[in-house]
């Protein structure tokens, strides 16, 4: 089992794996997979172990975004028991790419990409990618063509392995935050 999240009601976990590209719905309550979404085979001496190592499910619990690092996407699924593909969003590349994270043991960790909502739910950063999407219009906010501030936030998220964490601040205080997403 790789990266995962939890819906707020306690009861389903999206899931991904290792040596699968794709994901899987769980039921908590019973202990059961209630379906998996198989999205192709993929090369593991070009993608590694791991081709589908983000996944993060907004704050409402309807919709589940999930990396497809063979084809440089985000797709994006119904979070219902029977998920529908709702839309695919091309991100920078991470099979082959590497990244400078000295979480991960250096330069020449493969980029693998963590995906995290806000705690708004209003965007979707992917780590080892940098890019960030706005979930209104599921298209890149922050990419590498972006400018100025965005391009330090693209540099900053681009050398992540899956180390960062949102945090809200209110009056110079911590009032919220997650590193694991915000379903729960």
Not at 138 to 161: E, G, I, K, W
Request: with cysteine; net charge neutral; proline share 4%.
């Amino acid at each position: 089992m790789r990266p995962f999240t939890v819906g707020r009601a306690l009861s389903r976990a999206w899931i991904t794996w290792t040596k699968y590209r794709g994901f899987s719905i769980g039921n908590l309550l019973t202990g059961k997979i209630l379906a998996s979404v198989n999205f192709g085979s993929y090369s593991q001496s070009i993608c590694g172990s791991a081709p589908s190592h983000g996944i993060s499910v907004n704050p409402s619990n309807t919709q589940v975004y999930v990396l497809d690092s063979p084809q440089k996407q985000v797709r994006v699924y119904s979070a219902a028991d029977t998920p529908s593909l709702i839309a695919t969003i091309n991100v920078d590349g991470f099979c082959g790419a590497t990244e400078s994270s000295t979480y991960c043991g250096g330069p020449s960790c493969a980029a693998e990409g963590w995906l995290q909502h806000t705690l708004d739910g209003n965007y979707v950063l992917v780590g080892s990618s940098g890019d960030v999407i706005n979930t209104s219009t599921r298209t890149l906010a922050v990419s590498s063509s972006s400018s100025d501030n965005a391009h330090q936030l693209y540099t900053d998220l681009r050398n992540t392995f899956h180390g960062f964490i949102v945090v809200n601040w209110s009056g110079g205080a911590p009032v919220a935050g997650s590193h694991f997403g915000v379903g729960n």
